[in-house]
């Protein structure tokens, strides 16, 4: 496990803990990258691959998979009742944070992240394999209950936009997008399509403090003192409500990550619709520029 202050250390395990339980019975890890073909490259030995796009989002309409499709994802990793399940991914974790999110949204409680992910992995010069496992399909029942409060919602997102805009309210939007997103001088990061949303800017009344500024050069987690320095200083603080948003909602729950797994923060929501949704809406208003 990690430390460096945090209030739920627990939440990340360091590299070496990882090199040294990788054949422990009761971890079971998984890679999952923005890049959908890494796993099938090379990955951490014994390591499962989900692929963001077709096994975390449902067939049909826009959303996650519910209770039951996590329930088989983690079938057919072979999980058990005594399973710790730990996350890993390339670009620091972005889309391993995304499924811990997931998996924290459907109930699901035994998940850790790597800290620094495959960057730091690599960096290390560890062992990596291209072996795929195929691991006996369980019996694993998902009991823990559903955590609406960990996700925002549009609806609820349109509803308080005045309030974000006002100062001292007792909540706040966090845009973690780049500084050229926020400004509306991009739609999306500068290797990816800028096709998804109609129109550019950001929410009115958000904060714009960029998902990467969380992580050291290796991708590992900057310590409590840091990130409460980094999100303080914008005003995102414990007392206040919380939510973060970006594109589709993975570099924000790299956001929701740090501030409710490592600061404590105890009101913090990711709205996955992020600006893939609100910037089609109909009349919704948007902020263009800094």
Known sequence: MTGNGYAHPE??????????????????????????????????????????????????GRDYIDRDGVQHLLRAAGVEDDTTVVLYGGNNN??????????????????????GGRKKWELE????????????????????????????????????????????????LVDVRSPAEFRGELIAPPHLPQEQAQVPGHIPGAVNIPWSQAANDDGSFRSAEELRALYGGKGVEP????????????????TWFALTELLGYPHVKNYDGSWTEYGSLVRAPVVLGA
């Open 11 to 60: 939440a990340l395990v360091r590299t070496e803990w990882l090199a040294h339980h990788l054949d422990d019975g009761t971890i079971r890890v998984v890679e999952v990258d923005e890049d959908t073909e890494a796993y099938d490259r090379d990955h951490i030995p014994g390591a499962v691959g989900w692929n963001w796009t077709t096994d975390l989002h449902s067939q049909v």
């Open 94 to 115: 972005w889309f391993a944070a995304y499924a811990y999110w997931l998996l924290r949204l459907r109930g699901f409680g035994p998940v850790r992240l790597l800290d």
């Open 125 to 172: 010069e560890r062992e990596l394999t291209r072996a795929v496992m195929d691991y006996q399909h369980s019996g694993f029942r998902l009991s823990g209950p559903e955590r609406p409060e960990l996700r925002a919602l549009r609806d609820e997102v349109l509803a308080r936009a005045e309030v974000f805009a006002k100062p001292g309210a007792d909540a706040v």
């Open 239 to 254: 007392e206040r409500e919380v939510i973060a948003y970006c594109r589709i909602g993975e570099r924000s729950a790299h």
